[in-house]
């Protein structure tokens, strides 16, 4: 996730727009392509990390100190310029960081209560969506219904046996993926290199911490519990920044996207090698047509 991230084809582009330059060829390229994955990776295994942390802090304490550390990195980091703003960049600074904190926070519900790669898969669904609005192609539909289908898969026909609220959860984290899409592109517009995404963060932890605190208390503070929410903000946060970053200065921005579609995938191997989440050979088949319908939707919008 998002995290954050994470991180999506189109808002990770849209972060680091303002870095990419001509990508190289040969060596260069694959290299990129090396990053993306290792960055995507980060993302979903500490995603799985902070399940497995679920039960010293709760959901809610987890998101907060996620969110908390990566807006501290993220601030030492950019140092944003807070001066010389007009009341429209911080009404788009603010909604992006609303829509950061809420993504976060959705998401965390969902996988709290079903298993990782089955959250992701169908939070995708929201920037997927997107894209073939944006698009306004035919063809887009046959993506979308690809993608539908997947999901209808994955439940069996009978989401209950997901969890209602969990898929509900992971519903709402796409809507706000999609939000924090749009959000970010007005954000990276308005403000220079990562001072949007340092602001939205910054935000996203004032919205997630008293959540965090009030469900989570005094937990939060044990030595454990911090060390391994730190380590969940490097990995969902400060590794893939870094390495998304570096690989669109390889990539073109449609490869970039294509690539960074494979997240449901990533996160059912993530879901399976960290927390022992199986999945059925038909959720795996309905998996790979959702990663099928974003690489098709993404194709189609570049054409």
Known sequence: MVGMTSTTPTSSAATAAPAVLRHAPGRGTLTGVGLVLAGSVSVQFGSAFAASLFPRAGALGTVALRVTFAAVLLLAVARPRLRGHSRADWAVAGGFGLALGGMNILFYQAIDRIPLGAAVTVEVLGPLLLSVVVARRAASLVWAGLALTGVFLLGRGDFGRLGVAGVAFALGAGAMWAAYIV??????????????????????????????????????????????????????????????????????????AVLTSLAPALAALAGYLVLGQGLSLPQCAAIAMVVMASVGAVRTGRC
């Open 183 to 256: 959000l970010n592109a007005r954000a990276g517009a308005r403000f220079p290199r990562l001072d949007g995404l340092a602001i939205a963060m910054t935000v996203a932890a004032l919205v997630s911490l008293p959540l965090g605190v009030g469900a989570s208390g005094g937990r939060l503070l044990e030595p454990g519990v911090l060390g391994l929410g730190l380590v969940i903000a490097v990995m969902s946060s400060g590794v893939p920044y870094t390495l998304e970053l570096l690989a669109l200065r390889r990539l073109p921005a449609a490869a970039f």
